[in-house]
């Protein structure tokens, strides 16, 4: 498991801002040491665990970037139309018969290695053809349409850093440059349960007044996104004896204990009592909305997360707060989300010092710009509310009104589980 110091989680006070909460988590959980090298198509979604260096160029040769003519420049006329005489064609996969002489042309198809002597390709759409010569017009510079060796990466240089996540383009990359298999850091294992006496299994038989588990299955899915390893532990009961025995027994197997509800301050959150008697526990005030009970802590090397009961609120914070510690302990550099501008379509009123994140869904104005329109309920519990809008407007902490016509920051769902 990888290894927390004791301590490592000892703020007490007020709101913690959610950069602040990220680097102290980036400080303190050292990411998992363990490796193994696994075949380029089991590699998506791993973290690299060195860099990887390209074995040759890339491009490897000289080649044609679209259908067309391979010309030698200096034989192009600076005024009016040339004629060259067509020797030869080269696809694709093919070596070039021969060198092109002065007022030659061969032709030439996408990917298809260069002819020695030519240097420039026109384009086919872009020549007409009498008999067997291609006519050419003016005008085209030097080496247009040619890709050269190593224009892409050249061979040696770091084709994948240290700590990448990979996504489908970084293992295209790989492939183009042959390599079959990529040392990676190993899983994150993290445990998963949600508590209370009200949540029931969907599909069981619910009481009146009990509610179906979306919670987990809303962090199963997130952190399936992110590539760690889960283990669904259920319901737990709000019973702080057994709450310790399985939060205890999960921490010995795992990286990562991840629960959501009863850590508030109420007489029946039993989470945070449990978690004490195991190791160390301190409640965050984070300064985020919804979602501001989030609780850190480490049990034995492992570290635990709390977050709230309500799912927009473990949606918001599994973002903000679960992402980066889990991206810490996977070994990954820090991804940041970009928030895009948007015009705002409503008003709406904040408090200051927290930042808050109102659910929005876009439509194109007239002009082009996109406007983000505020989902008519507020509450954290709210699940439509996330499965009929677009993503998050970003409300800063020192923003304490929003008016229609102001610009805001958007950050879509997709982002945000990715």
Not at 190 to 203: L, Q, Y
Not at 330 to 349: I, W
Request: proline residues 6%; contains cysteine.
């Amino acid at each position: 498991m990888a290894q927390l110091s004791d301590d490592c989680f000892a703020f007490n006070g007020p709101l913690l801002p959610i950069e602040d909460a990220a680097k102290l988590m980036a400080a303190q959980i050292p990411p998992v040491k363990e490796t193994e090298v696994v075949k380029l198509k089991d590699a998506l979604g791993r973290v690299a665990a060195e860099d990887v260096k390209s074995p040759i160029a890339l491009p490897s040769f000289d080649n044609s970037a679209v259908d067309g003519y391979a010309v030698r420049h200096g034989d192009i006329g600076a005024s009016g139309d040339t004629k060259f005489r067509i020797v030869g064609e080269i696809f694709a996969g093919e070596k070039p018969a021969r060198a092109l002489a002065s007022g030659e042309a061969a032709r030439i198809f996408t990917g298809a290695p260069m002819p020695a002597g030519a240097d420039t390709v026109y384009m086919q759409e872009d020549c007409r053809i009498e008999g067997g010569f291609v006519i050419v017009p003016p005008g085209l510079k030097i080496g247009a349409n040619r890709r050269l060796p190593g224009e892409d990466l050249k061979e040696g240089a770091v084709a994948i850093p240290k700590g990448r996540r990979l996504k489908p383009q970084d293992v295209a990359l790989l492939a183009a440059v042959g390599i079959k298999q990529v040392k990676v850091r190993r899983l994150v294992k993290v445990a998963v349960f949600s508590t209370g006496d009200e949540i029931v299994e969907p599909g069981k038989k619910r009481k009146p007044a009990s509610l179906y588990d979306a919670n987990r299955y809303l962090l199963l899915g997130m952190l399936s996104q992110l590539s760690a390893k889960t283990s669904d532990l259920g319901i737990l009961p709000d019973n702080e004896k057994i709450l310790a025995k399985k939060i205890g027994e999960a921490a010995k197997k795992h990286d990562l204990v991840l629960t959501t509800g009863g850590v508030s301050t109420g007489e029946a959150d039993h989470v945070k009592a449990a978690v004490e008697k195991l190791g160390k526990l301190v409640f965050w005030r984070i300064a985020i909305k919804p979602g501001r009970p989030v609780a850190m802590g480490v049990i034995k090397g492992t570290a635990f997360a709390g977050l709230p009961g309500n799912p927009v609120a473990a949606f918001v914070t599994f973002a903000h707060v679960v992402r980066p510690l889990l991206l810490n302990l996977m070994g990954a550099n820090a991804e940041k989300f970009v928030a895009l501008p948007v015009r705002a379509g409503f008003d709406y009123k904040k408090k200051k010092d927290r930042r808050e994140y109102v659910r929005v869904s876009l439509k194109r104005a007239g002009d082009g710009m996109f406007e983000a329109f505020k989902y008519p309920q507020e509450g954290a519990g709210v699940i439509t509310s996330l499965t009929e809008t677009d993503g998050f407007a970003e409300l800063p902490e020192q923003m304490t009104a929003v008016k229609k016509g102001d610009t805001l920051g958007f950050i879509s769902y997709a982002a945000l589980i990715d």
